[in-house]
């Protein structure tokens, strides 16, 4: 993989989303606020002969009103369509990659949001969401209030360990622009820290990252993030045990491998889809040999054993059904495809 620089024409306009929909939803006035549905987070009990399922995906925020204005797609059907499917499969733990709403302080985007999601909550499914950079649009302190509402893991910390079975989850803060220095700081001397433990750590067998920014990506909308590669991937190639980093950001399904480790942007949960560059400036070689525009998805990761099994699950164009489109097959520090 090279790293050599390239900013799509297409992300300067993207750079000015932000203030945009700032402009326009202040101009809207504020909204009554509404009460919020508590997700799930209790972990169950690991059954170490049955193993059990880990669904992770990331981006079903709604397309907002700046980027309509730019002819992005609104995939309100797609987006209840991965929901349903997650729902269906009933995992035992979900992990949302952020960008859950297009602005975290707008509760009609959280009214969507809790529709579509019904289905895992009546499951009663465990969620444990990390923040993306759409959970920053708006007022700071409104928009947490609101995610703080719905879901427990997230209060009072930006970042967290999650522990299911023989595997370890960091679920990371990417956003470090939008972070303290100091923030910033403390969670990669927690990170450092997590992962010598847990390599340590006999009963551990998998240490899996998430994160909602990309390190590699092909995206002609959003770029992969340099400081993600320096502070999360650097640290993740040092361990044995680190097998899988998962990030969002670009609404399309990727895969990247560094040796042993595999690297999944799974941001196909129902925000515009981007187109991927695969030719001119193409700058990952991507495992997985889909169009340009990819479907949207989620990933199953199926724990057994000292197997760790991950299958990416692609909805049809029509919408109607499932099928894998990837799948990653980690066995106690060896790998196969």
Same mark, same amino acid.
């Given at each position: 993989?090279?790293?050599?620089?390239?900013?799509?024409?297409?992300?300067?306009?993207?750079?000015?989303?932000?203030?945009?929909?700032?402009?326009?939803?202040?101009?809207?006035?504020?909204?009554?606020?509404?009460?919020?549905?508590?997700?799930?987070?209790?972990?169950?009990?690991?059954?170490?002969?049955?193993?059990?399922?880990?669904?992770?995906?990331?981006?079903?925020?709604?397309?907002?009103?700046?980027?309509?204005?730019?002819?992005?797609?609104?995939?309100?059907?797609?987006?209840?369509?991965?929901?349903? !499917?997650?729902?269906? &499969?009933?995992?035992?733990?979900?992990? %949302? $990659? /952020?960008?859950?709403? *297009?602005?975290?302080? +707008?509760? #009609?985007?959280?009214?969507?949001?809790?529709?579509?999601?019904? !289905?895992?909550?009546? &499951?009663?499914?465990?969620?444990?969401? %990390? $923040? /993306?950079?759409?959970? *920053?649009?708006?007022? +700071?302190? #409104?928009?947490?209030?609101?995610?703080?509402?719905?879901?427990?893991?997230?209060?009072?910390?930006?970042?967290?360990?999650?522990?299911?079975?023989?595997?370890?989850?960091?679920?990371?803060?990417?956003?470090?622009?939008?972070?303290?220095?100091?923030?910033?700081?403390?969670?990669?001397?927690?990170?450092?820290?997590?992962?010598?433990?847990?390599?340590?750590?006999?009963?551990?067998?998998?240490?899996?990252?998430?994160?909602?920014?990309?390190?590699?990506?092909?995206s002609m909308i959003v770029s992969a993030s340099r400081e993600v590669e320096d502070r999360v991937v650097l640290p993740f190639l040092d361990m044995r045990k680190t097998s899988l980093l998962f990030s969002g950001h670009c609404h399309a399904y990727e895969h990247f491998r560094l040796g042993d480790k595999h690297f999944v942007v799974t941001g196909g949960g129902g925000g515009p889809r981007?187109?991927?560059?695969?030719?001119?400036?193409?700058?990952?070689?991507?495992?997985?040999?889909?169009?340009?525009?990819?479907?949207?998805?989620?990933?199953?990761?199926?724990?057994?054993?000292?197997?760790?099994?991950?299958?990416?699950?692609?909805?049809?164009?029509?919408?109607?059904?499932?099928?894998?489109?990837?799948?990653?097959?980690?066995?106690?520090?060896?790998?196969?495809?």
């Amino acid at each position: 993989m090279n790293r050599i620089p390239h900013i799509p024409l297409r992300q300067c306009a993207v750079a000015v989303l932000p203030v945009l929909a700032f402009l326009l939803l202040t101009a809207c006035g504020a909204e009554t606020e509404q009460a919020a549905p508590e997700y799930a987070d209790r972990i169950p009990d690991y059954d170490e002969t049955a193993g059990g399922t880990v669904i992770v995906f990331g981006d079903p925020q709604r397309t907002g009103l700046p980027e309509r204005l730019l002819g992005r797609e609104q995939n309100d059907s797609a987006r209840a369509a991965v929901l349903r !499917g997650i729902a269906a &499969a009933r995992p035992d733990l979900l992990v %949302i $990659l /952020g960008d859950l709403v *297009y602005q975290a302080d +707008d509760d #009609d985007a959280w009214a969507h949001f809790d529709g579509i999601a019904a !289905g895992v909550r009546r &499951a009663g499914v465990p969620v444990f969401p %990390i $923040l /993306g950079n759409h959970e *920053y649009f708006g007022n +700071d302190e #409104d928009g947490r209030r609101r995610i703080d509402a719905r879901f427990p893991p997230l209060r009072g910390q930006d970042w967290y360990e999650l522990r299911y079975g023989p595997v370890a989850f960091l679920l990371l803060n990417t956003n470090f622009d939008d972070m303290t220095d100091s923030a910033v700081q403390r969670q990669q001397r927690w990170y450092v820290q997590r992962l010598a433990a847990l390599e340590a750590d006999v009963a551990v067998r998998h240490i899996v990252v998430c994160g909602h920014h990309p390190p590699f990506t092909n995206s002609m909308i959003v770029s992969a993030s340099r400081e993600v590669e320096d502070r999360v991937v650097l640290p993740f190639l040092d361990m044995r045990k680190t097998s899988l980093l998962f990030s969002g950001h670009c609404h399309a399904y990727e895969h990247f491998r560094l040796g042993d480790k595999h690297f999944v942007v799974t941001g196909g949960g129902g925000g515009p889809r981007q187109e991927l560059d695969r030719c001119w400036h193409r700058r990952h070689d991507d495992l997985y040999p889909g169009a340009d525009v990819r479907p949207f998805h989620y990933c199953a990761l199926q724990i057994r054993g000292d197997t760790l099994r991950m299958t990416a699950h692609m909805l049809s164009a029509d919408l109607s059904g499932w099928h894998i489109g990837d799948s990653i097959t980690i066995v106690s520090g060896s790998m196969e495809n």
